[in-house]
């Protein structure tokens, strides 16, 4: 990562997606606060960048590292921008828009939701 920061600069695609693929490992070995630090970088370049579907991706990510933690409410926010951004770029009927339809619906099972659960699983 350091070496593409001074290579293209802070603030690249190369730099997002290597803080991205960061995140992904760590959320993959379970150590969430490292986990969402680098998706949380990835998420604000690629934001710079407005580089829609990797936003989209980033938050989607963002949502299950909080929905992993427990920290339910905050994964709901996540997976609801998350699933904005991918209907805009996707359309609504995209696997992307059903994941984090089905996402929402998983932490709302968990917020013993069921009737909120189930109208997002119906969906």
Sequence with gaps: LEKERVRVGNESEEVAFAAFNLGLIFKQQDRFSEAAEWMGEALRIFRLLKSDPNVSAALGNLGDICQRQG?????????????????RVHGNESEEVAGQINHIAVCLQRQNEYDKAMDKFEQ
């Design 71 to 87: 920290k339910l409410d905050e994964a709901i926010t996540k997976h609801k921008e998350s699933m904005r951004m991918a209907r």
